[in-house]
């Protein structure tokens, strides 16, 4: 049966620093592992590996892109190998913009085990690089304004930690992790309350102090969601000058209440919508759609044999 280490003080740490618990990332990479194994072993790599070789390897990148999810891969292999048996020593930091050729990390360790970790540690990390790639792309496209992109709960299933995480690394702004911490009052919402108002106010006799943000598809809806006292306002599928008027009408009743925008956005047209003055702008595709980073694990010539 394949044995998994604990995670060492060190990379759960480092996980820590950067927003993820550490627990819920080492119980999402052993089922990875579980995955891939199928309650048995690398069949591959035990036949035709000594149990005693150790291999030196890098990770690299491939193409142009941001770097994400480095201690996560750090943390796969570290689960696989334990803590005595593995060295993983990173090169750039997460958030980093690299070129091809560059060499994100380097690992030494036993190799049977390293080709093990493997697939998991590469399916993460070129993942989350892909999400704070696509991120990147909007940030730079919004820069010089005073927009900013922001991911949505269109994530994959068990990866919104990590996806939401890797959205940060890309420059971007998280919207609520999840159905508690904020409320969001969507059209169907306001249908089956009744309306802006009520829905709002219904919101508030539940929960006094957390953000609400209220979606509205006309600037009638924009006007009574600011009045009802929301925090934030999704615009929906307005077009620019739409947008323009919708900046000015929030700007006379209340400057404190930020504009969502969302519906049909695009990396072509994110820079005249920042250009409204439109606070955020929602895009679901930066984890949704994000294509993954092309990231390899190269090792060296002459592994070498445990001594």
């Not at 989350?128 to 994959?156: E, H, I, P, Q």
């Not at 006292?229 to 323009?244: H, K, P, S, T």
């Not at 005249?272 to 092309?294: F, N, P, W």
């Amino acid at each position: 049966m394949f044995v998994f280490h604990p995670l060492t003080d060190r990379t759960q740490s480092g996980l820590i620093a950067v927003g993820l618990d550490p627990d819920a990332i080492a119980a999402l990479i052993r089922h990875a592992l579980e995955e891939d194994l199928m309650g048995g072993v690398d069949v591959t790599s035990v036949a035709t590996i000594p149990v005693d070789q150790r291999s030196t390897a890098t990770f690299g990148s491939r193409e142009v892109g941001v770097v994400a999810g480095l201690d996560v891969a750090a943390a796969v292999i570290e689960i696989v190998c334990g803590d005595q048996a593995s060295e993983f020593s990173p090169l750039v930091s997460d958030g980093s913009s690299v070129e091809p050729g560059v060499r994100l990390a380097e690992v030494i360790a036993p190799t049977r085990q390293l080709l093990t970790a493997e697939r998991t540690a590469l399916n993460l990390l070129c993942h989350l690089s892909g999400v704070a790639s696509l991120t990147r792309r909007w940030a730079d496209a919004l820069s010089g304004t005073s927009a900013v992109v922001r991911d949505t709960r269109k994530t994959t299933p068990g990866l919104r930690a990590l996806e939401k995480y890797a959205v940060r690394c890309g420059g971007g702004e998280n919207h609520r992790m999840g159905l508690s911490d904020m409320a969001l009052v969507k059209d169907n919402h306001v249908a089956a309350a009744g309306g802006i108002t009520v829905a709002y106010q219904r919101v508030r006799e539940l929960e006094a102090t957390i953000p609400v943000e209220i979606e509205v598809d006309s600037l009638a809806g924009l006007r009574e969601a600011i009045v009802a006292g929301a925090d934030e306002v999704l615009i929906d599928n307005f077009d620019l000058d739409q947008m323009r008027e919708a900046v000015a009408l929030r700007d006379e009743l209340d400057p404190k209440v930020r504009l969502e925008a969302s519906g049909g956005l695009t990396l072509e047209t994110a820079r005249a919508v920042a250009e409204t003055g439109v606070d955020l702008i929602a895009v679901g595709e930066l984890t949704h759609s994000a294509r993954v980073l092309d990231i390899g694990l190269d090792f060296e010539i002459n592994p070498k044999v445990c001594q």
